[in-house]
């Protein structure tokens, strides 16, 4: 049995069982030596979680963090090679909230469901909505919120627009395995903390059934799950709480034309970010992964966008935002086109009129 632990690596004596060790080097997956120095790192702690709970199973310490980051690419690459040889069960106490990451994180994923990996995520520990833990057939994991779970417990509590696999709540309290080891206080609350609980369960079923399948594996969790305690946040599609200021362009485009403006923005060296709300356009961030049910576009959204890709400018393919969430629309009119900002009315003839009056206006 071997579970991979993704995360930033494991010190083996945090571990019960054995450990092997990869890296990345030269965008390949390579063995590795392991933490040289007694150090309590993330992946430590998901470890011992782990090995705490199910014995006799290989733990497979995969670091592709440095300096506290890692790039979706380094992600895929541990992915694939766990599919290549023969992993279990794959935690991952980290996802994203950017869709360009989600779309290839996803494609990945769908494959290794397929083929009878096991993969538990922890959500985004400010309740966001965040993959891989809400794809479809990956245990979805966050922290108990009220007390009522004792540690080594878990449940499942609803949270609207996700699956039940994506709906399980655990509890882990850390100075039962590390208490001696924690050098500074780690939130026991943390999502990160709670998901190797859900991937040694995984395991201890697999351990018994090898050939378990997706919907077994779920009914032995559900069976094994306790009822009528444990809370845990809503998860949301935005930050509602983050103190993030608008202080970049907001513009919104009804015509076509957005792509030259933005040709020319980005050849200025500006980073420019488009969101639609247009179900059928593949090039942009779709709007749905941020709004709401009723669509509409709110500053907590802009918000949520600017914290998430860091834009110089955010234009937006949209009628659903008030009219004071946006410094400029820009519309076809007749041959031409207007550019409005507040009440001024501004007429254009070109991609490159437009483009200039928005660096007039904001420079």
Not at 65 to 75: E, L
Not at 131 to 138: D, N, Q, S, T
Not at 217 to 224: A, C, P, S, T
Not at 342 to 358: F, N, W
Request: glycine residues 6%; charged residues 25%.
């Amino acid at each position: 049995m071997k579970i991979a632990i993704i995360d930033d690596g494991v010190y083996d004596e945090y571990v019960k069982g054995n450990v092997s060790h990869y890296s990345i080097e030269n965008k390949k997956i390579v063995e590795a030596v392991g933490l040289s120095e007694r150090k309590i790192t993330h992946g430590s702690i998901c470890a011992n979680i782990v090995s705490n709970i199910v014995l006799d199973v290989e733990i497979v310490d995969i670091n592709i963090f440095q300096s506290k980051r890692a790039c979706v690419k380094d992600a895929i690459l541990a992915l694939e090679w766990c599919s290549e040889n023969s992993v279990n069960v794959v935690n991952m106490s980290f996802g994203t909230l950017n869709y360009w990451d989600y779309k290839i994180l996803k494609e990945q994923v769908e494959k290794m469901v397929s083929e009878g990996c096991y993969i538990v995520a922890a959500f985004n520990n400010y309740g966001i909505k965040s993959y891989p833990a809400a794809l479809e057939k990956v245990f979805g994991v966050r922290a108990d919120q009220g007390g009522g779970l004792r540690s080594g417990e878990f449940t499942f509590i609803k949270s609207r627009g996700l699956r039940k696999e994506n709906c399980v709540v655990a509890c882990w309290d850390l100075d039962i395995s590390m208490k001696d080891e924690l050098a500074y206080k780690i939130s026991s609350r943390s999502n990160s903390f709670v998901a190797p609980v859900i991937t040694a369960e995984v395991a201890t079923i697999l351990k018994c059934d090898p050939s378990a399948e997706f919907e077994k594996v779920l009914h032995f969790l559900e069976k094994g799950a306790v009822h009528g305690r444990g809370m845990a946040k809503a998860v949301k599609k935005i930050f509602s709480l983050t103190d993030t200021t608008i202080n970049i362009p907001v513009i919104v485009f009804k015509s076509k034309m957005y792509k030259e403006v933005i040709r020319k923005l980005e050849k200025e060296g500006y980073n420019v970010i488009v969101a639609t709300d247009s179900s059928a356009d593949k090039e942009n961030i779709p709007l749905t992964m941020y709004c709401e049910e009723n669509g509409m576009v709110t500053r907590d959204v802009l918000k949520t966008l600017i914290e998430v890709y860091a834009p110089d400018i955010l234009i937006l393919l949209t009628d659903n935002i008030a009219n004071e969430e946006v410094d400029i629309w820009v519309m076809e009119v007749g041959q031409g086109y207007q550019l409005k900002q507040g009440k001024k009315v501004y007429k254009c003839k070109s991609g490159e009129d437009i483009y200039q009056l928005i660096c007039d206006i904001f420079n």
